[in-house]
Structures are given as structure tokens and as C-alpha cells.
């Protein structure tokens, strides 16, 4: 029986979903093989096409998930009724840096296969819209109403602090192993390295948006 990290017994279609992840994320969708994800979940070639018919309905399904995770987690952090409109941005901020820090190889594989495989591009831009408008919109309409009452500067375009706050959580993620070579930080140092980029990035931003 294959069991989760916990030590909890995985359903076949877990474990199909993690070797998955695994195979997409480390060779991405054109070097990814069927057979090699079914031999480390476990399970028998005719299994994996039972649960998931083709390569890229795996694909799909792994990459819905994520999506959905990151929108539910993001989304709800700026939802959040009673709590000023700054702690929900600085929520929302800490909430997608540690959905990166969970997922690290993520932003790096979409990329690849943006420039790789344009024709996916539209799918992913399908399930991220989802996402953006939904925040976009409100989140503007809130900025400028407490931009009105002299809470946060002027003519603040949130899909600009959206693209800061992406750029600035995604970035120590990619860059990693050359800020590590470049300012001679040890395996001992990475947490705390991250720990540390984690909340520059959420004084960097609410400094953006605070009146002074």
C-alpha cells in the first residue's frame, strides 16, 4: 500500500497525481512519460490510462489544481470581512509567497512551456483569468475608496501592485541558486533567507500603497 508523507494510505489516483507532479514538474510536458509515472506510483501502465485517459488529461488535472489552490487561498485572504483593507493585502501577499515557497519548480515550469508549447498558453491564460478578475476587480474598487478617504496614495492601478506583488514573491524562487552562489549563502541559510524575503516583500509593497 503507498502511503502519503503522513503515513496515511494514498488512493491509486493520489498517488498517480503526486509521481505526476513530480514527472511534469522536473522534465516538464514533452519530456514527462507515462510509463515512469506510473512506475513511481505504483501502479501498472493500463492503471494510469483507467483513471486518466492521456498524458495531457493528467496535465490538465494537476494543473486545475494548482490553479485552483493558489486562487482559493489568494482570494480568500483578500476576501476576509472585518479586517482592514493593508492586513488583507499583507495576508494575500504572505499567502501566495508561501503557495510559491510550497511549490517552487512551479513558476519555472510554466514559463518552459509557455515559450516551449505556445498552444498551452491559452489554457493556463483561461484558469489564471479566472483568478485576476475576479481579485482585480474588487480589489480596485476598494483601493479607490480608501484612496478617497486618504487611507492609501492616489490612483493606485492594483494590476500594477498585483504584477509587484507577483514579481516580488516569484523572483528569490527563480533566481535562488544564483542569490545562494552570489551572496554565499549555505543549504543552513535557505529558510531563514526565505523567511526573511517573505516579509521585505510584504513591508516593500505596503509601503507602496500607505499615504505617507
Do not use: W
Not at 498552444?119 to 483561461?126: D, I, K, N, P, V
Request: neutral net charge; glycine residues 6%; aromatic residues 10%.
Amino acid at each position: 500500500m503507498i502511503k502519503s508523507k503522513d503515513g496515511l494510505p494514498y488512493s491509486k489516483e493520489a498517488a498517480i497525481l503526486e509521481a505526476a507532479e513530480r514527472e511534469f514538474l522536473s522534465k516538464g510536458f514533452a519530456g514527462a512519460r507515462t510509463v515512469s509515472i506510473a512506475k513511481a506510483a505504483g501502479v501498472n501502465h493500463a492503471m494510469l490510462h483507467y483513471y486518466f485517459r492521456t498524458k495531457e488529461h493528467l496535465f490538465e488535472r494537476i494543473l486545475d489544481e494548482k490553479m485552483r489552490i493558489m486562487g482559493e487561498s489568494v482570494l480568500t485572504a483578500f476576501g476576509q470581512p472585518g479586517l482592514p483593507l493593508t492586513e488583507r493585502i499583507r495576508d494575500g501577499i504572505e499567502r501566495h509567497f508561501d503557495f510559491i515557497a510550497a511549490n517552487p519548480d512551479l513558476p519555472r515550469f510554466i514559463v518552459n512551456e509557455v515559450f516551449s508549447c505556445p498552444e498551452r498558453y491559452g489554457a493556463m491564460q483561461r484558469r489564471v483569468a479566472l483568478i485576476a478578475h475576479r481579485l482585480i476587480y474588487d480589489l480596485q474598487q476598494e483601493l479607490d475608496t480608501a484612496a478617497k478617504g486618504g487611507d492609501v496614495v492616489e490612483a493606485l492601478d492594483v494590476r500594477m501592485l498585483i504584477l509587484d506583488i507577483i514579481s516580488l514573491n516569484i523572483f528569490p524562487f527563480v533566481a535562488y541558486p544564483i542569490i545562494e552562489s552570489v551572496f554565499g549563502y549555505s543549504p543552513d541559510d535557505r529558510e531563514r533567507f526565505f523567511m526573511q524575503r517573505k516579509q521585505e516583500n510584504v513591508e516593500t509593497i505596503l509601503r507602496r500603497i500607505k499615504k505617507l
